[in-house]
């Protein structure tokens, strides 16, 4: 009986080990990414002649400029070779191509290469970025409702695995970016596809798109060009290296931050020349008030005790009821990554929006497009049970 027991086991752990390997085999090869990354050589892409392509020429301009990716326009359709048509249908979709004898192809509505949202987002799927929403430990950020997604939408709104998406590495879920479409999108009978946890308080921008952000360029760099770099990641804040000439010396760094590290936030301009930028959060609360009329504002709050801080908006006057992208806002980023999007609040506030209490240091930054803009917050370090892990 004995016997038979120890050799059950043995059967066992020959079918569980072999199991694992397949996983992994899979995991694997699914992280793999289309080879469009030739070293020297240019990676083409095609677009239909009616489409409108100065933009997609603008944005595989940019890609090639922060990553190690060498696109390059063709005139003539691709075939027998990897590489990114774009043609225009009656639906939006994305062939994904891992062959470097198969070109990836992109099927757009014709009016959806005019916008900048749509287009980057499918220009991000062919170059198989997860979508935001799609992130591994997503739930603290949205909570997706499946069975209000066309089943035709669902492979966009499925959590990947860690393994899927190590490319994403040091990064943080992006309200900002792209890659994170509005709970409409796919959607069953226009019932939300999502609700949304963390940023409860964001308020979008009625007009404008969207661009690739910092992170979305990162996050290229990181499934391509890993391979070629050569040098230790030594950037502060959430900066990265491009394997490029431009950055031979300097790093590449977010919004807000400069300095060859990125080890310093940007200088106050016009009305804010002359304001404090540093600021140091203790256990009691302090409070700062300003006013201006034009320019741009950084502060930076530091936990004294290396806490998390905690940031109430008490007073907010921005006179830009209608939410424009070209008027004032306030951006608080609160989270460790400061590469990540932080809380855009865009409308005026006459009673106080405690914030999320996610990191040891918190970046704010008021702009005020000439118009009389009145800010004041408080802070302080985030009690123990107040205080929140990111």
């Known amino acids: 009986m004995k016997i038979l027991v120890v050799i059950f086991s043995i059967l066992l752990f020959i079918i569980q080990d072999t199991v694992k390997g397949e996983s992994q085999k899979s995991a694997a090869k699914s992280i793999t990414p289309p080879p469009y990354y030739q070293g020297s050589e240019k990676t083409y892409y095609y677009y239909n002649p009616e489409v409108s392509g100065f ?24 075939e027998g070779k990897i590489g990114i048509n774009f043609e225009i249908s009656d639906e939006n979709k994305v062939e994904l191509s891992r062959e470097v004898d ?14 900048g949202t749509v287009l980057r987002l499918y220009i991000g799927l ?33 959590e990947k695995s860690q393994e899927e998406t190590a490319y994403l590495k040091d990064t943080e879920f992006d309200f900002k970016s792209p890659m994170f479409f509005s ?17 409860k308080d964001y308020e979008y921008f009625s007009n404008g798109f969207k661009i690739f952000r910092h992170n979305d ?18 950037c502060k804040n959430g900066g990265y290296k491009p394997s490029t000439e431009e950055f031979k010396l300097n790093c590449k760094c977010p919004d807000y ?15 804010c020349k002359d304001k404090q930028q540093d600021f140091t959060a203790e256990k009691d609360t302090k409070n700062y008030e300003l006013n201006i009329t034009s320019g741009t504002c950084y502060f930076k709050i530091s936990s004294k005790n290396k806490k998390n801080v905690s940031i109430t908006i008490e007073k907010l006057e921005l006179n830009n009821p209608e939410c424009l992208t070209y008027e004032s806002n306030l951006e608080v980023l609160v989270r460790n990554d400061k590469g990540a999007a932080g809380i855009n609040l865009c409308q005026d506030k006459k009673e106080s929006t405690k914030l999320p209490s996610l990191s040891k240091e918190v970046i704010i930054v008021l702009n005020s497009q000439k118009k009389a803009a009145n800010l004041k917050f408080s802070y302080q370090d985030a009690p123990e049970q107040g205080s929140e892990n990111s």
Do not use: W
């Open 55 to 78: 933009l997609v020429d603008f944005i595989f301009r940019r890609i090639n400029r922060f990553t190690c990716l060498k696109f390059a326009k063709q005139a003539t359709k691709i």
């Open 183 to 199: 709970s409409e999108f796919g959607s069953k009978e226009n019932k939300p596809t999502y609700d949304v946890k963390l940023y």
């Open 126 to 158: 062919a170059l198989d970025m997860v979508t935001e929403v799609g992130r591994p430990n997503r739930e603290k950020d949205v909570t997706v409702n499946m069975s209000n997604v066309d089943d035709k939408y669902k492979e966009y709104y499925q």
């Open 102 to 115: 198969t070109p990836t192809n992109v099927s757009l509505k014709k009016e959806d290469y005019k916008n």
């Open 257 to 271: 931050f400069t300095g060859s590290n990125c080890e310093k936030i940007l200088p106050n301009y016009k009305d």
């Open 217 to 234: 360029f990162k996050h290229f760099f990181y499934y391509y060009c890993l391979n070629v770099e050569t040098e230790t990641n030594t």
